[in-house]
Nanobody
Framework: QVQLVESGGGLVQPGGSLRLSCVAS????????MGWYRQAPGKQRELVAS????????RYIDSVKGRFGISRDNAKNTVYLQMNSLKPEDTAVYYC???????????WGQGTQVTVSS
């Protein structure tokens, strides 16, 4: 059974940092490009960052460039999202899944809530 389990969210003040983790099970992790997505209240889910299978290539949406960093550890079936200089507009539920250029998409996990507020 495929499972994606996100963790690491929380409440942080503007300018703070968080590191999200996503552990995948039930899939051959290293053959899939992976992505972090987020969904803010009343908005559609959007792709935030993606990483290729080896971890050597990453992409980000403009609003997080220079602040967020995506990485992966294929030995641990884990993808990470380091978030620095957080802003209130980063508040959302964050999810991981295969990247849009993957040929396969897992069922969405529960996500992890990130709230940026003073």
């Amino acid at each position: 059974q495929v499972q994606l389990v996100e963790s690491g969210g929380g409440l942080v003040q503007p300018g703070g940092s968080l590191r999200l983790s996503c552990v995948a099970s039930g899939i051959t992790f290293n053959i899939h490009p992976m992505g972090w997505y987020r969904q803010a209240p009343g908005k559609q889910r959007e792709l935030v960052a993606s990483i290729n299978r080896s971890g050597g290539s990453t992409r980000y949406i403009d609003s997080v460039k220079g602040r967020f960093g995506i990485s992966r550890d294929n030995a641990k079936n884990t993808v990470y999202l380091q978030m620095n200089s957080l802003k209130p507009e980063d508040t959302a539920v964050y999810y991981c899944n295969t990247a849009p250029d993957s040929t396969w998409r897992a069922s969405w996990g529960q996500g992890t809530q990130v709230t940026v507020s003073s």
